[in-house]
């Protein structure tokens, strides 16, 4: 099964490169949130752009989502799947090529975003280096395997489009990646306790702003690992070759009981948990090393002594 699951990464990696669609998620877009987000609030900052770094490498990452499910059901329609069926090779086998060859494909984005922000931006630090490698592998296996489940469940590539479009824009927008999570409402604030998104871009972002070791990022790897066990058990268990193959009762409460990991972890921040407490730290610090906006003084006011009083 090993050699199987290796031949066929390396497939579908090959497959992925002359995609259009892979080039512009994996590579184009996180690149884009990059500059975007450096150019409009790290200018002038450096120690902002290593807070910025980590919500970029999330984004990066929860792009294994959106590629997965796609390609998946394209190789469903087209009858690849049936081929490889007779083969015979497993589904264990074929998702976890998925899984492997998108975390090959991701990594070289990540080491490019990371010489961008060192070399053209001039952050001040690489961060704990250790920890990010543990929570992007996790992450980006956890999110290709949360892809694989959304692309055993879906019939068409239409049906698949919609779903991906919705769950994607939920991690996006409910992580903090995009928006501080400090700075919505308070009910959208414990919403977010109860994504996978949020563990994953709050802890690349306090591995790259406070060197956070391993051990201080423990609740955030626990989280990812528990939810890419469960996921891929549950794609595998739903897994279909063909268009035709229905979905049992049975095998629809399993693609239910990938959330119970986070709705536990969600209850247990919202009671008892500081994450929203350490989030407000991290946003006061990007606030005190912001730059300040110069005072300026007319020209009449800096060269010109006040007139005199006519009354003196």
Same mark, same amino acid.
């Given at each position: 099964?090993?050699?199987?699951?290796?031949?066929?990464?390396?497939?579908?990696?090959?497959?992925?490169?002359?995609?259009?669609?892979?080039?512009?998620?994996?590579?184009?877009?996180?690149?884009?949130?990059?500059?975007?987000?450096?150019?409009?609030?790290?200018?002038?900052?450096?120690?902002?752009?290593?807070?910025?770094?980590?919500?970029?490498?999330?984004?990066?990452?929860?792009?294994?989502?959106?590629?997965?499910?796609?390609?998946?059901?394209?190789?469903?329609?087209?009858?690849?799947?049936?081929?490889?069926?007779?083969?015979?090779?497993?589904?264990?086998?074929?998702?976890?090529?998925?899984?492997?060859?998108?975390?090959?494909?991701?990594?070289?984005?990540? *080491?490019? @975003?990371?010489? #961008?922000?060192?070399? /053209?931006?001039?952050?001040?630090?690489?961060?704990?280096?250790?920890? +990010? &490698?543990?929570?992007?592998?996790?992450?980006?296996?956890?999110?290709?395997?949360?892809?694989?489940?959304?692309?055993?469940?879906?019939?068409?590539?239409?049906?698949?489009?919609?779903?991906?479009?919705?769950?994607?824009?939920?991690?996006?927008?409910?992580?903090?990646?995009?928006?501080?999570?400090?700075?919505?409402?308070?009910?959208?604030?414990?919403?977010?306790?109860?994504?996978?998104?949020?563990?994953?871009?709050?802890?690349?972002?306090?591995?790259?702003?406070?060197?956070?070791?391993?051990?201080? *990022?423990? @609740?955030?790897? #626990?989280?990812?690992? /528990?939810?890419?066990?469960?996921?891929?058990?549950?794609?595998?268990? +739903? &897994?279909?070759?063909?268009?035709?193959?229905?979905?049992?009762?049975?095998?629809?409460?399993?693609?239910?009981?990938?959330?119970?990991?986070?709705?536990?972890?969600?209850?247990?921040?919202?009671?008892?948990?500081?994450?929203?407490?350490?989030?407000?730290?991290?946003?006061?610090?990007?606030?005190?090393?912001?730059?300040?906006?110069?005072?300026?003084?007319?020209?009449?006011?800096?060269?010109?002594?006040?007139?005199?009083?006519?009354?003196?």
């Amino acid at each position: 099964m090993v050699n199987q699951t290796w031949t066929l990464s390396l497939m579908r990696m090959k497959l992925a490169l002359r995609s259009r669609m892979f080039v512009f998620f994996s590579v184009a877009m996180p690149l884009g949130f990059l500059f975007l987000a450096v150019l409009f609030f790290g200018q002038n900052n450096p120690m902002s752009v290593a807070y910025l770094l980590g919500a970029v490498l999330a984004i990066t990452v929860m792009g294994s989502f959106f590629g997965m499910s796609m390609q998946l059901v394209t190789f469903r329609e087209q009858g690849i799947l049936r081929r490889f069926r007779l083969a015979p090779i497993g589904p264990g086998a074929m998702l976890g090529s998925s899984i492997i060859s998108n975390y090959l494909l991701v990594l070289p984005t990540v *080491v490019l @975003e990371f010489l #961008i922000c060192r070399y /053209v931006f001039h952050m001040a630090t690489w961060g704990n280096l250790v920890a +990010v &490698f543990f929570l992007i592998t996790l992450g980006a296996a956890a999110f290709s395997a949360l892809g694989l489940i959304i692309a055993s469940v879906t019939n068409d590539m239409q049906e698949t489009t919609v779903i991906d479009n919705i769950v994607w824009s939920a991690f996006l927008f409910l992580s903090g990646a995009t928006f501080p999570i400090i700075i919505m409402p308070g009910w959208v604030q414990k919403l977010t306790l109860f994504s996978p998104a949020t563990y994953l871009a709050s802890g690349l972002e306090n591995a790259m702003l406070h060197m956070a070791t391993p051990h201080e *990022v423990v @609740e955030d790897v #626990i989280a990812l690992l /528990v939810s890419l066990i469960l996921a891929f058990e549950i794609s595998r268990r +739903v &897994f279909r070759w063909e268009p035709e193959e229905k979905i049992n009762r049975k095998a629809k409460l399993w693609v239910l009981a990938s959330v119970i990991p986070f709705l536990l972890l969600g209850g247990w921040e919202v009671t008892r948990g500081e994450r929203l407490k350490e989030l407000q730290r991290d946003f006061q610090i990007m606030e005190q090393y912001a730059p300040q906006p110069k005072q300026f003084q007319t020209p009449a006011a800096e060269h010109h002594p006040p007139a005199p009083s006519p009354h003196k």
